[in-house]
């Protein structure tokens, strides 16, 4: 039986790094053939299928900033490789993923499935460049691209403000393994042993500062220890995190933690008091699929992605004002507070991943997205 052929095309780095391996580790690697074309510098680790055999892949100079250069420069040898590779279908994950491989559909007539995990537009409170970004996701929707979103959020922001047609949007949401070893940690733990947790680098997505301040509001009422986890070379709202943890004299009760493994984001996840999320906007985020697969209970803002994953007085709380601060921390001392809300959340938590976002049992899903949306434009 001939394999079905895709590219996948993306900047390889976060969430969206995440979701390409956990596809490629559990498709059908007999029905199945992958190729990756991603950035010169995202990741050093290489890609495995289902069968741990490495994936071929090809480096391109993709990066997350705009540049007319390199991006030209990559949407050109990118197309080499696609006449070269002659796929049946193109995967295109994230906003830069989604342009390169979009370009490409149009210049083949391959069908490109586009997966943003969360939408370019979302990442700036800039008029001029949220309607830039806005356009630019506006003009592709019209080739022959589908948008494959990571969540219900997602896919119907892609329908009501980019305007993708009712029959171009499938929903494929992300998912993980069940997380069934809890590995030692590979760091040392600097932090004491009751902590509330969030991954999240400092930027304007993940709304850090205001993190910030609603721990300086629930240390009013109880001691209160935050690690964030994902601090790294992307985090532009770092400093400015940095000095706000200073005027708020909460030095001694935040661990700010660089990047770490997986593993390590799973132990430390498994053994906080609760998991807490300010982000303005998601895709579908990995670190609130991983508390629900650990039965830790969050407090989240109402953004994409996060309310696709909490339910209010159910699993968590959900913040339904932006910005609520007193609101968030009463939740978060609410739920400290009280063991039956805890131990309800916990155990929906585990209900509600297991029911939904487990991948062992929702790859069937891709599966069949992909082999229905096969182009036969090379067979």
Excluded at 334 to 352: E, G, Q
Aim: net charge positive; proline share 3%; hydrophobic share 40%.
């Amino acid at each position: 039986m001939t394999k079905i052929k895709i590219v996948h095309i993306l900047h390889s780095i976060g969430g969206v790094d995440v979701s390409l391996r956990l596809i490629l580790e559990n498709i059908d690697s007999s029905e199945f053939e992958n190729i990756i074309i991603h950035g010169n510098s995202d990741t050093m680790n290489p890609f495995y299928d289902k069968s741990l055999n490495p994936i071929k892949e090809y480096k391109l100079p993709i990066s997350r900033e705009i540049s007319i250069i390199d991006d030209f420069i990559s949407i050109v040898k990118a197309y080499r490789i696609i006449r070269k590779e002659k796929p049946n279908l193109i995967h295109a994950h994230s906003a830069k993923g989604g342009v390169i491989g979009r370009s490409i559909g149009t210049l083949t007539g391959i069908k490109v499935l586009y997966t943003p995990q969360a939408f370019s537009f979302l990442s700036t409170s800039n008029k001029i460049k949220r309607n830039v970004f806005l356009y630019i996701e506006k003009l592709f929707s019209k080739g022959n691209s589908l948008l494959l979103a990571s969540s219900m959020s997602e896919l119907n922001r892609g329908l009501k403000e980019v305007g993708f047609n009712q029959n171009k949007v499938l929903l494929f949401n992300n998912a993980i393994e069940p997380i069934k070893e809890i590995s030692k940690l590979s760091i040392e733990k600097t932090w004491p042993d009751n902590y509330i947790c969030t991954v999240g680098r400092p930027s304007y997505q993940k709304n850090i500062e205001m993190m910030v301040r609603v721990l300086y509001e629930v240390k009013k009422v109880r001691e209160i220890y935050l690690v964030i986890m994902g601090v790294g070379p992307v985090s532009g709202q770092l400093e400015s995190v940095k000095k706000l943890i200073k005027e708020l004299d909460l030095s001694e009760n935040i661990t700010l933690l660089d990047w770490t493994t997986r593993k390590d984001v799973h132990s430390i996840i498994s053994k906080s008091q609760l998991y807490i999320s300010t982000a303005r906007y998601e895709g579908l985020p990995y670190s609130v699929i991983e508390s629900l697969a650990l039965a830790i209970p969050c407090v989240v803002s109402n953004c994409d992605g996060n309310r696709d994953l909490i339910i209010d007085d159910y699993n968590g709380y959900v913040i339904k004002e932006d910005h609520d601060i007193i609101d968030f921390s009463n939740k978060i001392i609410n739920l400290l507070k009280n063991k039956n809300v805890f131990d309800k959340f916990s155990a929906n938590a585990k209900k509600t991943f297991e029911q939904h976002f487990n991948i062992l049992e929702k790859i069937k899903d891709l599966e069949s997205i992909y082999s229905a949306q096969k182009n036969k434009f090379y067979n």
